[in-house]
Each structure stands twice: as C-alpha cells, then as structure tokens.
C-alpha cells in the first residue's frame, strides 16, 4: 500500500514518535566508522518528516540525543553536535518552505555554544509554521522532564497560583515539555530492541508500540508504511473494556 492509500483508509496517527536506534550498529555491520552510521541516520530524519507531512500526521517526536549520550566517547558527541548543525544548514529552508514547525524538547543550555545558536535559529524561523511539527528529543530524559515537572508544581503551589485539587493527571502535563501537543498514538522503535530508554514515559501510557528489527538507516518509507499498516489493525481500548 503507497502513501495515497493510506490516507484514504484512514485511521492515520496524530502523533507518531521515535526511537531511532541502531546507527551505530549499522556502521559496523557495513565496517564503516560510527560517524557513518550517524550521518545515515541523519538522512533517515528528513525522509521520515516527508513521509509523515505526505500522510497528514501533525506531530513527529524524535529521540535524537538523550542525557544518557552524554556518557559517550567526546570524539562521537562532538561529531554529533557537529552533524546536528550540519543538518540544521542543509534541511532548514525545506523544513521551512514545507512549513514544518522546529521544536526542541530537553535541556537547550546542555548544549555547546554553536549548536545551541542553531537550534535557536531554527526554532525562530519555524515559529510560525503548523502543518507538521518536528519535536526534537535532544539532551532529554523523561525522567529528568517529570521531576522538572514536580519542581514547577511546587513552585505554582507554594506561589498560591494552585491549590492541592487541582493537581490531576490533566492539569500535570502542562508541566511537561509536551505541554502544547497530543500524547504520541504510535512509537516506534528501530534495530528490535523493546525498551523506552527513558523516552517519554509519561506521555506513552495509552501509546501503541512498534517495534522494527531494521536498524535505523535502514528505516525508509516502506518501513514506515509497515509501522502504520499495524497501528491501523489495533483496537484502542484504554483500558475501557
């Protein structure tokens, strides 16, 4: 089934994220170097925000670098700082024309000082657009987001601006960084592995999920269309019956 079929039937998620997992295993099992394997990966972001946009989907959230990757070798966190730029000056004024909004989600003052102005940059020249929004995971763990989350509460409550009733799960997630968009319908997740790592836990309670055992620079718009061919034949329930 192509694109144009798709969305005749249907049934198409509002809100997709993803977990896009395996560069750096695809670098190696083609023996190229890990910087390969990311720089692929980087191409498989821009097809999917096609493939999404084609499909009417309004919502794209991507774990591109969680807290956890700032453990990795200083040489890969660089090159990956470095390629986020990179990718920043060659896909922006397509992103922009195809009025895709830039969202970042996570700890901007975590980054190094160029990368930073180019998130930046994007974000504003962005701000206007609405057919699809890309919200960027990047120095983000859900963990890290929830305990943000009670911080601000706390404060609210202690400044009189809330009282204890009106905390519910509603009035809580507009503490999160997602506070503006939908919960996601449907995550994926690349290369077979099954585990959030510390991706969105809040937000995934009633999520569909996929799981592809295509590493991630092998994730095209076949594997994509496979991923919402499934979410179609779900029955959501939440929890009702």
Same mark, same amino acid.
């Given at each position: 089934m192509n694109i144009e079929e798709l969305v005749k039937s249907g049934n198409i998620p509002n809100h997709v994220a993803v977990i896009m997992d395996g560069n750096r295993r695809w670098a190696k099992k083609n023996m190229l170097t890990t910087k390969f394997g990311h720089k692929e990966g980087a191409l498989r972001v821009i097809d999917l925000v096609k493939a999404c946009s084609e499909l009417n989907i309004k919502y794209l959230s991507i774990y591109a670098f969680s807290t956890e990757n700032w453990g990795r070798e200083k040489p890969e966190i660089e090159y990956l700082m470095n390629l986020?730029?990179?990718?920043?000056? =060659?896909?922006?004024?397509? #992103?922009?024309?195809?009025?895709? !909004?830039? =969202?970042?989600?996570?700890? #901007?003052?975590?980054?190094?000082? !160029?990368?930073?102005?180019?998130?930046?940059?994007?974000i504003d020249l962005t701000k206007n657009n609405d057919k699809l929004i890309l919200n960027i995971a990047l120095s983000y763990g859900s963990r890290t987001e929830i305990t943000d989350a009670v911080k601000k509460v706390l404060r609210d409550y202690e400044n009189n601006k809330i009282n204890i009733d009106d905390i519910n799960e509603e009035s809580f997630k507009k503490y999160l960084y997602t506070y503006d968009m939908p919960d996601p319908d449907l995550l994926i997740r690349t290369s077979g592995e099954m585990r959030l790592s510390n991706f969105l836990l809040y937000q995934v309670a009633y999520t569909e999920f996929y799981f592809a055992d295509v590493l991630w620079p092998e994730f095209n718009k076949d594997e994509f269309i496979k991923a919402i061919l499934n979410f179609q034949r779900r029955k959501r329930r939440y929890g009702k019956n």
């Open positions: 986020l730029i990179e990718f920043i000056d =060659k896909e922006l004024d397509y #992103l922009n024309e195809n009025n895709v !909004k830039i =969202k970042l989600m996570g700890n #901007l003052d975590d980054l190094p000082e !160029k990368t930073r102005k180019e998130v930046v940059r994007s």
